[in-house]
């Protein structure tokens, strides 16, 4: 007798003590745009940081 269970695939039963619901998310478009501002400077800023890096490993 296994201890364990095999998961069958397509399965959507909990494995917590208490089952939760999840949450509704609420779409703003004020969280959209903070998000996609907050993108374009994570990228600016690695790609800004890339380019020093090669040129003080260039010079």
Avoid: E, Q, Y
Avoid at 6 to 32: E, I
């Amino acid at each position: 007798m296994p201890l364990f269970r095999k998961r069958r695939f397509g399965s959507r039963r909990s494995h917590g003590a208490t089952p939760r619901l999840m949450p509704m998310r609420r779409h703003s478009r004020f969280d959209d745009w903070l998000n996609r501002c907050v993108d374009i400077a994570v990228t600016l800023a690695l790609l800004v940081g890339g380019v020093a890096l090669a040129v003080h490993l260039l010079l």
